[in-house]
């Protein structure tokens, strides 16, 4: 289980370096990563605080931009 988690890691990670192509499979990485750290929230109160980066968080609403108008 540790690789697989690394590996959406590592693919997140690269993405937001410029190392690869922001796709499909970086927002599936990220939302993987998104649903782990929230079941981490949910199950220790410890992990409360965690958060994403600012560049991780503005890559996430990168996905879906806002409605114009």
């Known amino acids: 289980m540790f690789e697989a988690v690394s590996n959406h890691f590592q693919i997140v990670a690269r993405s937001l370096n410029g190392e690869r192509e922001i796709d499909e499979q ?16 949910r199950t220790d109160k410890a992990f409360s605080k965690v958060a994403f980066s600012a560049d991780v968080k503005n890559l996430e ?9």
Not at 31 to 40: K, M, N, Q, S, Y
Not at 61 to 69: E, H, I, L, R
């Open 26 to 41: 970086t927002f599936a990485s990220l939302a993987v990563l998104a649903e782990r750290l929230e079941h981490l929230k």
């Open 61 to 69: 609403g990168s996905k879906n931009p806002a409605p114009v108008g």
